[in-house]
């Protein structure tokens, strides 16, 4: 059976609107952990969540990018749930990070933000890996 190329095409990468939002929150969430007013009892606890909100835009930006330059539909399917087991890695990296935080003017803020933020990505992944493994087992006959 043949991919439904809309369907892959829908599946494969978010609307517009809401890549823009992601990096949007991104951007602010990197801000305030380059800028804020952050404190930790643990040395290197800031410049580690840094690094891996830094990490975590990567993982985003490959998750969001257009996959149509990959030429068979199963390809980008599954290159599309790679970057979002990668993103959630990151997603959990970062959360572990924000917990060794214990202090500073911005830390409330920063936690409203993640939250946020981590919900938004977390509502998208769960139903676009769902469908996206729908579309995978439809092309070898297999009913989920």
Same mark, same amino acid.
């Given at each position: 059976?043949?991919?439904?190329?809309?369907?892959?095409?829908?599946?494969?990468?978010?609307?517009?609107?809401?890549?823009?939002?992601?990096?949007?929150?991104?951007?602010?969430?990197?801000?305030l952990c380059l800028?804020?007013?952050?404190?930790?009892?643990?040395?290197?606890?800031?410049?580690?969540?840094?690094?891996?909100?830094?990490?975590?835009?990567?993982?985003?930006?490959?998750?969001?990018?257009?996959?149509?330059?990959?030429?068979?539909?199963?390809?980008?399917?599954?290159?599309?749930?790679?970057?979002?087991?990668? %993103?959630?890695?990151? &997603? /959990?990296?970062?959360? !572990?990070? $924000?917990?060794? @935080?214990?202090?500073?003017?911005?830390?409330?803020?920063?936690?409203?933000?993640?939250?946020?933020f981590s919900s938004? %990505?977390?509502?998208? &992944? /769960?139903?676009?890996? !769902?469908? $996206?493994?729908? @579309?995978?087992?439809?092309?070898?006959?297999?009913?989920?």
């Amino acid at each position: 059976m043949a991919f439904d190329d809309a369907e892959v095409a829908r599946w494969t990468r978010p609307e517009e609107a809401q890549r823009q939002q992601w990096r949007r929150d991104w951007l602010v969430l990197m801000d305030l952990c380059l800028w804020g007013e952050l404190k930790s009892s643990q040395i290197g606890t800031s410049s580690r969540l840094r690094k891996r909100v830094l990490d975590l835009g990567e993982k985003l930006r490959s998750y969001v990018g257009d996959r149509q330059w990959i030429p068979h539909p199963r390809e980008r399917i599954k290159n599309c749930l790679s970057s979002g087991l990668q %993103l959630r890695d990151a &997603l /959990g990296k970062v959360a !572990e990070s $924000l917990e060794q @935080l214990d202090g500073g003017a911005d830390l409330a803020q920063l936690h409203t933000m993640w939250d946020t933020f981590s919900s938004s %990505l977390y509502a998208d &992944l /769960g139903p676009r890996e !769902e469908a $996206l493994v729908v @579309l995978l087992n439809q092309q070898y006959g297999e009913d989920v």
